[in-house]
């Protein structure tokens, strides 16, 4: 079964984008199922820990992972955040022992799955990055990241036919909206399992030929965060509008946040930067 279910995020207006790049620095908290890290300045690196179940999403770390990544969220020396598993599973599916005996009235009572929506409501870009076995659950949390890299390892897919349920957290709204009808029935109705270079040829992933995937996405979040984070805020949901508007709002929507920005200092003092031949001071404000 698959775990983070469908919502892009709910467009704001870009002032409301900024709030959380305003929040202090605080002490970086220890979790029992991942584990964070600051590989460079300004990047989190979120890597998930249940290595004897490869990963396997239950409750108890998928609240871990929502919380590591709301903490980013809300860190001011954070600009971008990366989420990774091991070498052998970026995450496996979810926990099956641990839904297997549900009801009908449990799941939709409880709202089973609802909790895990947090990728899409973050302000700040989230990459994945993807060794191994990403299916079910896992290739669903990945497809929620703002930039997906694969390592020539990565196998993906959404098997759940297979347990006699269907994706549960976004994987058929995702995949269809990402690869087109035809392609999204035939993974979600066969379970079949892709690689890294069909993955890529489906333009759902950039496989990562040299290198460690990881080390590639800390260059790319590395270079996110050396922007100005209100005008990388604006630009993460002018995109995600796309996913959610007609073609004539989404237009509407990018040009309204264009034009707010010209609120900002980061604006004069990009524009003054380039001008002037000059690195840009970004106060992100």
Same mark, same amino acid.
């Given at each position: 079964m698959s775990f983070v279910a469908l919502s892009r995020s709910t467009l704001r207006h870009v002032s409301n984008s900024t709030c959380f790049f305003s929040t202090s620095l605080r002490a970086q908290r220890e979790y029992a199922n991942v584990l964070v890290s600051r590989p460079s300045p300004g990047v989190a690196l979120i890597t998930l820990n249940r290595p004897k179940a490869l990963?396997?999403?239950?409750?108890?770390?998928?609240?871990?992972?929502?919380?590591?990544?709301?903490?980013?969220?809300?860190? @001011?020396?954070?600009?971008?955040?990366?989420?990774?598993?091991?070498?052998? @599973?970026?995450?496996?599916?979810?926990?099956?022992?641990?839904?297997?005996?549900?009801?009908?009235?449990?799941?939709?009572?409880?709202?089973?799955?609802?909790?895990?929506?947090?990728?899409?409501?973050?302000?700040?870009?989230?990459?994945?990055?993807?060794?191994?076995?990403?299916?079910?659950?896992?290739?669903?949390?990945?497809?929620?990241?703002?930039?997906?890299?694969?390592?020539p390892s990565a196998q993906l897919g959404q098997p759940e036919v297979n347990l006699g349920v269907i994706p549960g957290g976004g994987g058929t709204q995702r995949l269809a909206r990402l690869i087109g009808k035809s392609r999204a029935m035939e993974l979600v109705l066969t379970g079949r399992i892709i690689d890294a270079d069909e993955a890529e040829r489906w333009g759902i992933v950039r496989v990562v030929r040299?290198?460690?995937?990881?080390?590639?996405?800390?260059?790319?979040?590395?270079?996110?965060?050396?922007?100005?984070?209100?005008?990388?805020?604006?630009?993460?949901?002018?995109?995600?509008?796309?996913?959610?508007?007609?073609?004539?709002?989404?237009?509407?929507?990018e040009k309204r946040l264009f034009h707010a920005l010209f609120s900002t200092k980061d604006q004069k003092e990009g524009m003054a930067a380039f001008a002037e031949k000059r690195r840009a001071e970004w106060t992100h404000s």
């Open positions: 990963n396997a999403l239950n409750a108890a770390h998928f609240q871990d992972i929502s919380d590591a990544m709301k903490e980013a969220d809300e860190d @001011a020396s954070v600009g971008a955040m990366i989420l990774t598993g091991s070498e052998r @599973a970026f995450a496996a599916g979810a926990d099956i022992k641990e839904m297997k005996d549900k009801s009908f009235a449990e799941a939709y009572t409880t709202n089973f799955l609802a909790n895990w929506e947090v990728v899409p409501r973050l302000k700040k870009p989230v990459i994945a990055a993807v060794s191994g076995y990403a299916l079910g659950g896992g290739l669903e949390l990945a497809l929620q990241a703002d930039i997906l890299l694969a390592a040299e290198g460690s995937v990881v080390d590639e996405a800390v260059k790319v979040a590395s270079d996110i965060a050396s922007k100005g984070r209100i005008a990388v805020g604006a630009g993460k949901e002018a995109v995600n509008a796309a996913f959610e508007m007609s073609l004539a709002e989404g237009l509407r929507f």
